[in-house]
């Protein structure tokens, strides 16, 4: 079972960038991204129009999608939600920890709506985080 110090708290105590890299780590977001366009690696910039802070972008001149802008969610069990992060996290942490569904919208404030869709589709997920 996941102990709560070494699983749950270094998000917790984490910045923005810090989560971003700890779900790095965990395998939970991608470490690196190709571009559709030209398969060369993107990189990882800030962007303020993001929820997340950061996108992933092109920035090979002659691609076709140069300087477009990818979530880094995509291609990820986060990709399609709107939720942040770290709440997105709580749920799986929770879900991992088979907390009851009608806990988790207290636990995390959100509706029992998206936590199901969130439960429904960690169903589908490797275990990542617990053994």
Avoid: H
């Avoid at 699983?7 to 810090?18: A, H, I, K, N, W």
């Avoid at 999608?65 to 996290?89: E, V």
């Amino acid at each position: 079972m996941c102990l709560w110090e070494e699983v749950y708290e270094p998000m917790l105590r984490s910045s923005l960038d810090g989560q971003i890299r700890y779900l790095q780590q965990l395998g939970l977001l991608a470490i690196d991204q190709r571009c559709p366009g030209c398969s060369e690696f993107m990189m990882l910039r800030p962007n303020k129009k993001t929820c997340d802070g950061y996108s992933w972008v092109c920035l090979l001149k002659t691609c076709v999608f140069y300087k477009n802008t990818y979530s880094i969610r995509r291609n990820s069990a986060f990709s399609g939600s709107r939720l942040p992060l770290f709440k997105l996290f709580k749920l799986m942490y929770l879900w991992a920890t088979e907390i009851l569904l009608c806990k988790v919208e207290r636990f995390v404030s959100v509706n029992r709506k998206t936590a199901g869709e969130m439960y429904a589709r960690l169903q589908n997920i490797p275990e990542m985080i617990c053994a």
